[in-house]
């Protein structure tokens, strides 16, 4: 076990932490990991929404193409950030456990949600919820690391800013003037952390095996098969959250219009020995509810 494993993982205080996390997981298990940070074209961007920059799996790329060039031996993301296909050759090699799924609304003493405000979000899908319960507030363009829009809020005379918990809680920068959105379903994979190496890659792929959490697993995949049915990116406006609760696993899952004037949301349920295709088949009864129009117009835009 004396050969090092190179993490590749983006420069942000929220990605080194995760990277972090791996590499701590595998010295318990013997091994000698180095991190390896590098800049995605996704960190250095921060005037253009994701959508516009017509790039799939923008904060994985570039650890992409250093895993593919041989620069580092395994990369860390957040899963939810992967596209759901992976470049020729890289494989998932684990799924850590689940984090905080939710989606939280960070305020300035907002107590007045009848009124108009002016609401911040980078994301497409958080956007169109919140324009679905609010038609009457402005949503506006955030863009950043976790840190960056952070300070973007305490800097702009905005009443609040929706953010993923579990990015906040891992670097303790969660505050107490907070709301869950329980009622906003996040992106699929929110909340867990995906470990990619090459699929030529024996020593790194049997190294990795412990660190996967298989329920997790199975939770987000059929997540991730849902949206790939649907063929949104990971910046559509598509939301799924797949729980395990006893032995059946749920899915809440829907896609809306950009305004959030549609929605198609679904809920529905599998024993645990039908999980294969659950996904695909959940997308498949959206489309035919009429998410298939909504899709058509997004393919125009997105």
């Known amino acids: 076990m004396s050969k090092s494993i190179r993490i590749g993982t983006r420069d942000s205080e929220l990605a080194l932490w995760q990277a972090h996390k791996v590499k701590s997981l595998l010295e318990q298990e013997g091994y000698h990991p180095i991190l390896k940070p590098v800049k995605s074209t996704g960190d250095l961007n921060l005037q253009e929404p994701l959508y516009e920059m017509g790039i799939t799996g923008i904060f994985t790329k570039t650890l992409d193409v250093a895993l593919l060039k041989g620069e580092i031996d395994i990369a860390v993301h957040s899963m939810k950030d992967v596209p759901t296909a992976l470049p020729k050759g890289v494989v998932e090699a684990a799924v850590l456990p689940r984090a905080n799924t939710s989606d939280i609304f960070i305020h300035k003493g907002l107590d007045n949600f009848s009124s108009k405000q002016t609401i911040a979000t980078g994301s497409l899908r958080r956007k169109a919820q919140w324009l679905g319960r609010y038609p009457h507030h402005e ?77 997790t697993a199975m939770a987000v995949n059929v997540e991730r098969e849902f949206l790939k049915t649907l063929e949104g990116g990971c910046t559509a406006p598509i939301g799924a959250l797949a729980t395990v609760e006893d032995d059946e696993l749920k899915l809440k899952a829907g896609l809306f219009s950009l305004d959030g004037t549609e929605q198609y949301i679904i809920e529905e349920s599998t024993p645990l020995d039908h999980v294969d295709g659950f996904g695909k088949r959940c997308a498949e009864l959206v489309l035919q509810q009429g998410g298939d129009q909504i899709m058509k117009e997004l393919r125009k835009i997105l």
């Open 139 to 215: 949503v506006v363009n955030l863009r950043g690391n976790v840190n960056t829009r952070l300070q973007k809020l305490e800097d702009n005379p905005w009443a609040g800013a929706i953010f993923a918990a579990a990015g906040l809680e891992r670097i303790n920068l969660k505050p107490d003037q907070h709301t869950e959105l329980d009622w906003m379903i996040p992106a699929p994979a929110q909340g867990a952390m995906l470990v990619v190496t090459m699929d030529t890659n024996t020593f790194c792929k049997a190294a990795l095996e412990p660190l996967n959490h298989e329920e």
